[in-house]
Every structure is written in structure tokens, then in C-alpha cells.
């Protein structure tokens, strides 16, 4: 059995990408921070299921996701915010860039598009990863992803007349 101070070790180098993808999700920075205590909590319950065989960051957002989405189901008559809120990159690591054009554009995109790409550069999970916790195999995370940066990008170019 894994003891609590594992978990701790495996979990805080996920933190911020976690934070970073529940936000993405939840739109709101308190109830990310929320979603990420309670299914940090949620996993230390869970840590003696948990099979060190298999990618440990995996098994853990797809904890942060379930989450995610069951707050979401509760939330479902509230309206939506938008990613306005979120913390741009500081000015002189990032050339301007409309962050609300890209909220927008991938609020437009299908829900596995919104996921996988959300997963993939929130998240920070690499094919494997996004396998484990999508349930899906790695040649689809590799043609879903494809075809959500093509969505993604057909969203945010404009359309030549």
C-alpha cells in the first residue's frame, strides 16, 4: 500500500497544470482552486486503488475531471463566464494575443475538441497521458488532436472573401 507522503510527492509537481485546466473548465479561479483541493482529497482516498504501473498524472486528472464535469452538471443552469478573468502571460514573453478571440473559438468547438485541446496545453499531457484519461487509444488522441488544431484554427482565421 502507498502511503499519504507518496501521494503528496507525485501530486505537487501537477498542481499548477491542474489549477490551469480546471480553471479552462470552471471559468472561474476560486472554483478551480475548489475543484483542485477537493479532488487532491478525492485521490488521497482513492491512492490505494491507484496502479503505480500506469502514469499517476493521468490517473489523477481524469480524478480532476470527473470533478470538473460533475460541477459543472450542478452549475448547468448558471450562465457561463468567460476565460476574461484568466491571467495573461507576462507582456514580454507574449506579443499581443486576443485571448477572448480564443475563449470564443474554442467555445465553438465540439466537446471533445474542447477537451482534448484543453487537456493537451492546460493540462500539459502528452499522447499517453491523454489516452489514459480520455479512455481512448493513442492513434485516436492522435487524429482527435489533429483534427481539433484544424477546427481550432478554421475558428480563429478569418475568412478570405
Known sequence: MLAAPSFARLLTPHLPAATAYARTLLRH???AEDAVQQAALRGLERFA???PARPFKAWWFTILRNLCLDTLRRQKSQPRETLGDIDP???ETV???DWQALDDA???LSEQHREILRLRYFADMGYRDLAETLGIPQGTVMS???LARLALRRQLTPEEE
Do not use: M, N, Q, V
Request: hydrophobic share 40%; charged share 35%.
Open 49 to 51: 486503488s491507484y496502479d
Open 89 to 91: 502571460p507576462a507582456p
Open 29 to 31: 479561479r476560486a472554483d
Open 106 to 108: 474554442i467555445l465553438r
Open 144 to 146: 482527435r488532436l489533429h
Open 95 to 97: 506579443a499581443e494575443f
